[in-house]
């Protein structure tokens, strides 16, 4: 399968885009829950809690 540039960098966004959804549901379930939003970051496992603020914030959108 042979993809041009202009429809690589196209999917590309639409991948972003989506990762950056389903981030920001991760949070808002955390938020709501009570419960970590774990990720891997410099090859560490991280548990994160949402703070008040943001979680606040989440519930706004």
Same mark, same amino acid.
């Given at each position: 399968? %042979?993809?041009? %540039?202009?429809?690589? !960098?196209?999917? &590309?966004?639409? *991948? #972003?885009?989506?990762? $950056?959804?389903? =981030?920001? /549901?991760? /949070? /808002? *379930?955390? !938020? #709501?829950? @009570?419960?970590?939003?774990?990720?891997?970051?410099? @090859?560490?496992?991280?548990?994160?809690?949402?703070? #008040? !603020?943001? =979680?606040?914030? &989440?519930?706004? $959108?």
């Amino acid at each position: 399968m %042979n993809v041009d %540039n202009d429809e690589r !960098a196209f999917k &590309l966004k639409d *991948i #972003e885009a989506a990762l $950056r959804r389903a =981030a920001a /549901r991760a /949070r /808002r *379930i955390a !938020a #709501e829950t @009570g419960t970590p939003v774990v990720y891997v970051r410099d @090859g560490k496992i991280v548990e994160e809690y949402v703070s #008040e !603020a943001e =979680a606040r914030d &989440l519930k706004k $959108r």
